[in-house]
């Protein structure tokens, strides 16, 4: 069931609240032991809050589209008094004082906490294979990385554990488990959602969304997430949208199934009445790697007192911490230089269109524990190829969507990821929805 279907069904009285947090809560006790997509279940306190929401509804007061809507949020995002991990052994005893500005958005629109998802340790991964939480699988095939780091959120969703979840996104975190898991996931303009309350890693980086199953459902979530005095009109209609299809990068080093079904997705907004245009990108590749080196460096700054508990952090985020400890200032100086100098590039681009469609990831879900994948009898890093696509976007802030767009030979989901001007979200979901 989706968030909107669900919203019609409180309204008409065909199921209340509490039955929909049941059902929720049913699917996490089911599916969780094996799925791990949660690290606390607030079982009791999400109960509570149904029928109080079931009771405002009968009274007349009606919160909106998220009204009684059961949701996870990824256990970063500070929740008072429940436990706040961070998916780390660091912060494994936290309990917040008080919730996250975007917590008490959510709240004030009526959703329903049903837990804390599971994330890749500190958000600093793709694999969501956590060595103080557990593995956290795909539900397409529990052998295969869901992605990370919000994989937790994208397991819950796809599995109606939770009907949305929030995400975080740094360098593609929200958007490659989106496309790993068959789901939706929005990264917005840097500064649409505030990141108050939500422990970081990158500053300049860092980002937070929702996941959900549908389109119409991340809109929904967004507009009660967001600052919505920053956000600009959508088109009124997909023929208004140019899509530049880009010629270079974003078609190498890629799966041949995933090359193909993002060139149909492109060929379907054609049959839709969009403009398809061919077009030349910045440099992605110079992005990307500024991008690499302001995270590395950002995040081994905000670490370096917790370095000296070497111990209770992960082999692979600390290797990240130290690399990042390395980097020298002049680099991460000339990098922000970069950025600035291909945010220019790049906005001159949209100039001449309104969205940029490219692969969300260039491979389907690799197994636990790939360390390479194979591509044109090529062997690439399995990390870097995942976040290729996505890790430039967080260093421009432009918004970006991904959503699924086809399946691998196996059965496993390829994403879509669509790319607009900061503050025009509201393009992407038009787009998004009739695609959909």
């Not at 649409?192 to 309350?197: E, F, I, R, Y």
Request: charged share 20%; with cysteine; hydrophobic share 40%.
């Amino acid at each position: 069931m989706t968030i909107l279907e669900a919203s019609r069904a409180l309204r008409s009285r065909q199921i209340s609240c509490l039955e929909l947090t049941n059902r929720c809560l049913d699917h996490i006790g089911k599916l969780n032991p094996r799925l791990n997509a949660f690290i606390t279940v607030t079982e009791q306190s999400a109960r509570a809050r149904a029928q109080e929401l079931d009771r405002e509804l009968t009274s007349g007061r009606d919160r909106g589209p998220l009204h009684g809507i059961p949701i996870g949020h990824k256990d970063l995002i500070w929740t008072k008094g429940v436990r706040t991990t961070s998916g780390s052994k660091l912060f494994e005893r936290f309990i917040p004082d008080r919730d996250a500005h975007v917590v008490e958005k959510l709240n004030d629109a009526g959703a329903v906490m049903v837990g804390k998802t599971g994330l890749h340790e500190l958000a600093y991964g793709i694999t969501s294979d956590n060595p103080h939480f557990g593995t956290i699988r795909n539900p397409r095939n529990t052998e295969h990385i869901p992605g990370g780091s919000s994989g937790g959120s994208a397991v819950a969703v796809a599995t109606g554990m939770a009907l949305m979840a929030t995400g975080t996104d740094t360098g593609g975190s929200i958007r490659i488990p989106a496309s790993y898991c068959g789901v939706v996931g929005i990264k917005p303009t840097y500064g649409l959602v505030s990141v108050a309350g939500i422990q970081p890693l990158g500053f300049s980086l860092d980002h937070i969304g929702p996941l959900t199953t549908t389109v119409g459902d991340a809109r929904v979530s967004l507009d009660a997430m967001a600052d919505g005095a920053k956000r600009k009109p959508g088109p009124v209609s997909v023929r208004d949208i140019r899509v530049g299809v880009p010629q270079t990068y974003y078609f190498t080093q890629v799966a041949a199934e995933v090359r193909q079904a993002v060139h149909k997705a492109a060929k379907r907004a054609e049959e839709l009445g969009a403009r398809v245009i061919p077009v030349q990108v910045p440099d992605i590749e110079a992005l990307s790697a500024a991008s690499l080196v302001i995270l590395l460096s950002e995040a081994a700054a905000l670490y370096e007192p917790y370095l000296e508990r070497q111990g209770e952090i992960g082999l692979d985020v600390r290797a990240l911490l130290y690399q990042g400890g390395l980097v020298p200032a002049t680099d991460y100086v000339n990098a922000l230089r970069l950025r600035k100098v291909l945010a220019n590039e790049f906005r001159a681009l949209f100039r001449s269109i309104d969205c940029l469609f490219t692969p969300a990831t260039p491979i389907t879900a690799p197994r636990i524990g790939q360390r390479e994948v194979e591509i044109d009898g090529e062997m690439l890093d399995t990390r870097l190829v995942t976040t290729r696509f996505a890790r430039g976007f967080n260093a421009l802030g432009f918004p970006a969507l991904a959503m699924p767009c086809g399946e691998s030979p196996e059965g496993m989901p390829i994403g879509l990821q669509m790319v607009g001007r900061p503050f025009e979200e509201s393009l992407l979901f038009t787009l998004g929805e009739a695609l959909e």
